[in-house]
């Protein structure tokens, strides 16, 4: 709601759009989820589920950490939208 409020006002154009891109994927996520419960999907192994994740992780190596075992050069977090 504080968004949509702010989006009104009188805003840069770089400012607007980070904005209602943040609404836009608010909304999408919303709708996903919706879908989801009334679809009766609860297995997180369910394709439709996966799909959407945005974030994942990678395993370690046994008796490493993330910090040690990720080269500098990929240290990055993986986002798909």
């Known amino acids: 709601?504080?968004?949509?409020?702010?989006?009104?006002?009188?805003?840069?154009?770089?400012?607007?759009?980070?904005?209602?891109?943040?609404?836009?994927i608010?909304?999408?996520?919303?709708?996903?989820?919706?879908?989801?419960?009334?679809?009766?999907?609860?297995?997180?192994t369910d394709f439709k589920w996966l799909s959407q994740l945005r974030f994942y992780w990678g395993k370690c190596p046994q008796g490493q950490n993330l910090v040690s075992y990720t080269p500098e050069e990929m240290k990055t977090c993986i986002i798909r939208i």
Do not use: W, Y
């Open 1 to 24: 709601e504080k968004l949509i409020k702010r989006v009104q006002t009188n805003l840069s154009k770089d400012v607007r759009n980070k904005i209602i891109t943040i609404i836009t």
């Open 26 to 44: 608010d909304v999408h996520g919303r709708d996903i989820i919706e879908a989801f419960v009334n679809a009766k999907i609860t297995d997180p």
